[in-house]
């Protein structure tokens, strides 16, 4: 990732959440891990530059963060989860507490490349649910005026997958005139975007983390796990 200074914050505007004042508790101190993706391999890929940026602003807000490279990443079915990227997305998946999801718009929806990352990721891992109660902000990019339809419909995949995917979002139009010679993104009203949502990302991710398994704790599936121990100690008994 290039430096991590980031020139266009207005550093007094800019505060870490303080939950102690929300009464929150904080059973965890360590940094909030967040997992970034985005939808595009090409070498000017806005997505990717949109999530370095979305990274530096995380950093300042305490979090610790990692961008996962998609490039080498196998079309599901055309190899199996024992493939090197698959393991490594899969194994950054289960290490965050929160992710990123920045795809770039293509024919009116999210790229091909962002819903391959979200295929390989399963909802179950054995007894683990790798997203389950994390949570998830959401951003596109576009060459063309403001759209919504990427992000409209990674927040339903979000759900599908059983994250806590926070209300704001980010859209970037015409990207392409959005950054300087450095790749570095100039100062705007969608830069002052992306901050709000990462700051509301961390928010969510701080209130939540310590209770996910609760917020997520389902009736049926606990009807389920009953009749199924239920039918194992009958049959331990015969």
């Known amino acids: 990732m290039p430096d991590l200074e980031t020139p266009n914050l207005v550093e007094d505007q800019l505060h870490q959440p303080d939950l102690g004042a929300l009464g929150a508790p904080l059973a965890s101190t360590h940094p909030p891990r967040i997992l970034l993706l985005h939808g595009s391999l090409r070498e000017q890929s806005y997505s990717r530059r949109v999530n370095e940026e979305a990274a530096r602003i995380l950093q300042k807000l305490g979090c610790e963060t990692r961008v996962y490279n998609p490039s080498g990443l196998p079309l599901p079915d055309d190899a199996d989860a024992s493939h090197p990227k698959v393991q490594e997305l899969r194994d950054l998946v289960t290490w965050a507490e929160g992710m990123v999801w920045s795809s770039p718009e293509r024919h009116g929806s999210m790229s091909a490349v962002m819903k391959l990352q979200i295929d390989w990721i399963p909802l179950s891992i054995g007894s683990v649910r790798p997203t389950q109660g994390k949570t998830l902000a959401l951003m ?29 979002q980010s859209s970037v139009a015409r990207a392409f005139t959005e950054f300087d010679d450095a790749g570095r993104m100039k100062p705007s009203p969608y830069y002052r975007r992306i901050v709000d949502v ?11 983390r310590d209770i996910k398994e609760h917020l997520t704790d389902r009736y049926s599936e606990r009807v389920e796990s009953a009749e199924e121990l239920s039918k194992r100690m009958a049959q331990k008994d015969i």
């Open 140 to 168: 596109q990019v576009e060459g063309g005026s403001q759209s919504f339809n990427a992000v409209n419909q990674m927040r339903i995949l979000g759900r599908w997958m059983r994250c806590l995917t926070i209300p704001n």
């Open 198 to 208: 990462m700051e509301e990302l961390v928010k969510f991710t701080l209130l939540t």
